[in-house]
């Protein structure tokens, strides 16, 4: 199974506050998880990603938070900004390089 | 940061024609990509490219699909003909490696409306 799974699909915060975007997967070769966010009439871009041989990694107000056990890797957006709004999409790379995507979460950020 | 440029960035078209749409990628980067979206949900991979030649390619990507990118100018992906489910956006997007960790740049995107 190659699937990648985010939820919630959508997510509204309150600004300051923190907002939690999860993703799981299937695949046990996934090694490389990059999470892409995406404004509303532009392309996707990198954010931030992680390897498995971490559990955390951080950059500012983005941390993620990887267990290889359970397979699920969570994305933190501490004090929340308007302008964090946006989708934000978990994926996944195997042994073949490909890159799987999940289906996204739309995040709001409400002033 | 490195850019990619996508024309065009709005094409409406009658079903049956064709339309190529046309990326320009990051100057140094070696592996091209194509992606399709709808409606802002799941970026659905259409194919790679890299030395010419397509290096995988999903099943969306149907027989109408072509892609080629000749001396190195523009990366092009040509529908023919257009059907009505093929109103989408387009990304294209370039990487310098394969390898896990190379990060994928986008374009802002074609949006193609078949009518």
């Known amino acids: 199974q190659q699937q990648v799974r985010q939820s919630p699909q959508s997510l509204t915060v309150w600004e300051g506050e923190t907002a939690i975007l999860n993703c799981s997967y299937e695949d046990s070769t996934f090694n490389y998880f990059p999470w892409y966010q995406q404004f509303p009439g532009e392309g996707p871009a990198l954010l931030i990603s992680?390897?498995?041989v971490s559990d955390k990694k951080e950059d500012g107000r983005f941390t993620i938070f990887f267990n290889k056990r359970e397979k699920k890797l969570s994305l933190h957006i501490t004090d929340s900004q308007p302008g964090d709004s946006a989708t934000y999409f978990c994926?996944?790379?195997?042994?073949?390089?490909?890159?799987?995507w999940g289906s996204g979460t739309k995040l709001i950020i409400k002033p | 940061g490195p850019k990619v440029l996508q024309i065009p960035s709005h094409q409406i078209i009658d079903m049956g024609q064709m339309v190529t749409l046309n990326c320009d990628p990051v100057s140094n980067h070696l592996y091209f990509y194509w992606y399709k979206q709808i409606l802002g949900q799941q970026m659905e991979f259409l194919v790679n490219f890299y030395n010419g030649k397509v290096m995988e390619k999903s099943k969306l990507f149907k027989d109408q699909f072509s892609v080629e990118r000749p001396d190195g100018s523009y990366f092009t992906l040509k529908i023919q003909p257009t059907a009505l489910e093929d109103s989408a956006v387009y990304f294209c997007?370039?990487?310098?490696?394969?390898?896990?960790?190379?990060?994928?740049?986008f374009g802002e995107g074609s949006r193609l409306i078949v009518v």
């Open positions: 992680i390897r498995s």
């Open positions: 994926a996944a790379s195997n042994s073949n390089y490909q890159l799987i």
């Open positions: 997007a370039s990487s310098l490696g394969r390898r896990a960790g190379n990060t994928l740049y």
